[in-house]
């Protein structure tokens, strides 16, 4: 493989002319491809389909013999809230179950945090001159939307492969006490796929804040959506938090919605039982209960973790050749050229690749123009602001595995033309 | 009958010491029942067990095609809107079809009011040093928490046979700014059974009001929840404020928790098509999407508004029978001795009871030292105090029919003793 930024003019020219033609073709093609959102392909959510026949006519009755169809059980049925305390690894009485969105719950948290702050003696927030949040980025732009929304100050923090920067994190918490909190996808990180260190966690847990009702938003979406066979171990933030004397610095958020339906699934969040207390009474204001139903039907699919585990070995065996061929396609047609790097992540939804500075806007368009759609330039940023120009998060989970070979040939093929002319214009 | 207030003491204590003897053998029989709630009875759950066989492993696919398994579609399936704006009576780009809970859907709505304001114009409520709320009463205690647990000041407005006591309702919106908005149930009201006139609706949607972004939350919780023949008219608010010029003072929340399953209904929350895009905006920023597979077995199972109203025709042969069981037994025990009032209701959850002052919570207490659960005293006005204690909210649509003979008989013993007592008393 030839390093492009050693090559002449002339010799990148050359180059240039064949990869043209190459992009010619694919446009000749007419393709559609869709490599925007992390979204379960068909054949994923057919592994859920038996959750359609474990409720029925007959059988909609709990184990404490209520009727899942009547009112009643505010955060959750206590069969659900069993089985995933313990994908959350944390109590019972520390795990709150709801609708079908973890981003609901999260947002909700928000609200909460907004209109009655977070703790019963803090302010809420809307009353404050400023709030300020911490998210390391890359990361998932819907987290940076609600921030946006709420007008909440976002604050980048650079994201490493054992989690964010802590230097930074700890340097600024310290100094600010308008800083309230950090986003936290610590597992198979949205899109970097990094796994957050023990030390990470340690440090979040017991780090010192100016604000004392400092909140971690530790979206754990990917617990268990390992790729190959060794997965990877985060750190229970929890109990880390728990041993540094900051039981309800944590709200731990998670979902079925990669391990069952995606639209249709189970969302849950937890914390210590003082914050699910507060944030149980506030729901009760807010609801009379959530979707039984549908909460049985999943204790009754899954049984316990082991059949939880078993389900995401399926979905592993559909996801895994996608993102292989992402790798091999990258690998095949930028290895070597030093024009672009990428995650090799060994979980979750997503690759994240960077570019040369100021090139992932315009292969994103290019891209774009030859049929194949990828999540907008910026996404990955605060305010969709990528101040390097040069993120871009590939989402292999939902095209069938034939599209993303075609579709990562053409992205590597927009890369290698635009790094050219940055090179050439150099 | 005798009219109590023309006893004199010895006849009262006479029959004084009938009533005891009646209320310790009840006493005697242990009973227990519950009748705090408007909760569907099994039976009524059951006309709606279709639910479950409208989607299965091979029928999850909505009218354009799409995977009602998967990620999408903010503001709810095509076919649920449709169907639900019939409902509603709205068209269907002013409808928005949520989750299980139009309570939450309520709830969200004050919240974007409290931290984003109503309009793109206005103040949020959180950064007014006062928000003031009318609050027609006897009403819904569930929407009188929300403005308690947000530190809204409510106002309470006397509730009329034809709805709020509008003379009031007009002078003070007209001299007040921090009165943002007004709770209605319109239909069939909670608890009184009230049905606005068509009068009330126009002086509603053409008030002048000091404030401009003031709201009305339009409750219309029992729209179709008739129990007689003759199903009440209500006029169309939005047409109404439309026809007044404020095509956005409204917002109109309904729900299937009455109809098909009340844990796992479908909410829905409807208002002028500018309204609704807002809402539509903020809730890009909460949600994916709401779960479409409980929208399609709704739409599935119901088809049509004739399908839904052949189901309520189904809960009125159930519920009719109750609610005819408590005017009977009230009217056969209370009948013509002046000591209370009650309300005959033509469709919905509820019957609404007066005593004479003072006595709602005596006879709450003493209910249930003999095993009825009434709802507590106070319920139906805001801050849980009713001013004249003396409002009993009745919900018999749980129990069975044999229970209500029986819970009534001891309540109108109950409301007996305690006004003898009161009446000796002097």
Redesign the interface.
């Known amino acids: 493989m030839t390093d492009f930024q050693q090559l002449s003019p002339q010799e990148l020219q050359e180059i240039k002319q064949q990869l043209k033609q190459r992009y010619r073709e694919f446009q000749s093609k007419n393709i559609t491809l869709d490599m925007t959102?992390g979204?379960?392909c068909?054949e994923q959510?057919d592994l859920?389909?038996?959750l359609?026949?474990c409720?029925?006519?007959s059988h909609?009755t709990a184990q404490d013999g209520s009727?899942?169809?009547?009112?009643?059980?505010l955060d959750g049925l206590a069969e659900a809230k069993a089985l995933f305390s313990a994908l959350m690894q944390v109590e019972v009485n520390e795990i709150i179950i709801g609708?079908?969105?973890s981003?609901?719950m999260m947002?909700?948290a928000f609200?909460r945090a907004?209109?009655n702050g977070v703790t019963a003696n803090s302010s809420?927030w809307?009353?404050l001159p400023k709030v300020k949040f911490l998210c390391p980025s890359p990361g998932y732009d819907?987290h940076f939307?609600?921030c946006?929304?709420?007008g909440i100050e976002m604050i980048t923090i650079a994201m490493k492969e054992d989690g964010p920067d802590m230097d930074t994190v700890e340097n600024l918490v310290a100094a600010d006490d308008s800083i309230k909190g950090i986003w936290c996808v610590p597992k198979y990180s949205n899109p970097t796929g990094a796994v957050y260190s023990d030390r990470v966690v340690d440090r979040l847990a017991s780090m010192k804040t100016k604000a004392d009702d400092f909140i971690i938003f530790w979206d754990n979406a990917y617990e268990v959506h390992h790729l190959g066979k060794k997965p990877a171990r985060l750190k229970n933030i929890l109990t880390a938090c728990k041993q540094a004397g900051h039981p309800d610095r944590v709200l731990i958020f998670g979902s079925t919605?990669k391990i069952s339906?995606?639209?249709?699934g189970l969302a849950m969040m937890a914390g210590s039982k003082a914050s699910m207390d507060r944030a149980r009474k506030?729901m009760?204001?807010?609801?009379?209960?959530?979707?039984?139903?549908?909460q049985l039907r999943h204790v009754r699919f899954f049984k316990n973790m082991a059949g939880i585990e078993d389900q995401m070995k399926k979905h592993a065996a559909i996801l895994k050749p996608k993102f292989d061929a992402v790798q091999s396609a990258l690998e095949t047609e930028l290895g070597g050229k030093n024009i672009a790097t990428w995650s090799q992540p060994a979980g979750g939804y997503f690759v994240s690749l960077d570019t040369l500075e100021g090139c992932a806007g315009p292969v994103i368009r290019m891209a774009a123009e030859a049929g194949v759609k990828l999540t907008p330039a910026g996404s990955t940023f605060p305010y969709m602001k990528d101040p390097l120009n040069r993120n871009i998060r590939l989402a292999p989970s939902f095209p069938p595995l034939e599209d993303i070979h075609l579709a990562m040939e053409l992205v590597a093929i927009c890369i290698q033309l635009v790094s050219i002319d940055k090179l050439l214009a150099g």
């Not at 009727?67 to 059980?73: A, H, V």
């Not at 009760?284 to 549908?294: E, H, M, V, Y």
């Open positions: 959102r979204k379960p068909a959510l859920a389909i038996g359609f026949d409720v029925d006519g909609y009727d899942c169809r009547n009112y009643g059980g609708g079908n969105s981003l609901n947002h909700d609200m907004m209109v809420p809307k009353l819907r939307f609600v946006q929304y709420l919605s339906f995606a639209s249709a506030q009760s204001f807010q609801t009379i209960g959530p979707d039984k139903l549908n």
